[in-house]
């Protein structure tokens, strides 16, 4: 099988403590057979190697090569927007580590921008401390624009939540990089190494999963173990191109050597920039004037 996925962890793999059936034979299934893939996931908090060991104990032999998360996107954009900058940061271990291993300083005072992930630890002086440095001029950056994240116990606020409060406050609208951000759906292909046409999403939730690989050009695999329910896939103005109860019904075909998915109308749709120097080789740039 050519390709490899980008798939989403809670509501595809397992839900809380629980792996959901089929999930550990067909990530076995993907080992065993190289084929290429990462887990994708909107949380924050906890850093790559926190996930990897997560997936381990419920059962997944998975490395932390296998992770990305909106906060490895948030740290590497940054780095590229404005390299060795610095930060006001709400949010938890993953965020920190991520800005810190991409060269970012966290300050109190005077910050480049003002990012918000999740976190448990919220004050109203944070909150008041965010606003004005925003009014003073720091950019307001969001890992993810999820309004609330499932628990054992429940639903808490998410990051979304958090930045729509600085939004009203400060009359600013930040800028997010996690699902479906194409920032974070573009580096986790080319992480991988895919063209456009080789890449498939599989998620649980059609505002972040599905809607990033639709927007980017991938295909698209909606599980029902989740958050998104059947009935509720009329009110879309998009479709997966796969709806499945749950990921145990992709086992099947892999264990059999067969397409998930049929190949797609053309083989070549792909949005990798071109090499610039390249580019200009072929481009008027390099030709002499007149």
Not at 26 to 55: C, E, G, H, W, Y
Request: glycine share 10%; with cysteine; net charge neutral.
């Amino acid at each position: 099988m050519q390709g490899g996925f980008l798939i989403d962890m809670d509501g595809v793999l397992y839900r809380g403590t629980q792996l959901i059936p089929g999930a550990e034979q067909f990530i076995n299934l993907l080992l065993r057979r190289n084929i290429p893939f990462l887990f994708l996931t909107n949380n924050s908090q906890r850093t790559r190697r926190d996930v990897a060991i997560k997936l381990n104990r419920l059962g997944m032999p998975i490395e932390e090569k296998h992770v990305f998360t909106c906060s490895m996107a948030t740290a590497r954009f940054l780095a590229k927007q404005k390299p060795n900058g610095t930060a006001y940061v709400i949010g938890e271990g993953g965020l920190l580590q991520a800005l810190h291993q991409n060269g970012y300083a966290i300050v109190d005072k005077s910050p480049d921008y003002v990012i918000i992930g999740e976190g448990r630890t919220l004050s109203f002086e944070m909150l008041e401390a965010a606003v004005q440095m925003i009014l003073g001029g720091a950019k307001l950056i969001a890992t993810n624009m999820d309004p609330n994240c499932p628990t054992q116990t429940g639903t808490r606020p998410g990051c979304g939540a958090i930045v729509a409060l600085l939004e009203r406050a400060t009359g600013t609208y930040a800028f997010s990089l996690g699902k479906p951000s194409p920032i974070m759906m573009r580096m986790a292909r080319k992480q991988l190494g895919l063209a456009t046409s080789e890449t498939i999403m599989i998620g649980d939730t059609m505002e972040t999963d599905i809607l990033g690989g639709v927007q980017m050009g991938y295909r698209t695999i909606l599980v029902l173990s989740g958050s998104t329910k059947k009935e509720q896939l009329a009110a879309y103005a998009y479709r997966a191109d796969l709806v499945i109860p749950s990921i145990q019904s992709l086992c099947s075909p892999l264990e059999a050597g067969h397409a998930i998915l049929p190949p797609p109308a053309s083989s070549d749709i792909d949005d990798t920039p071109m090499d610039l120097s390249q580019w200009t080789r072929q481009s008027h740039l390099s030709r002499p004037a007149g």
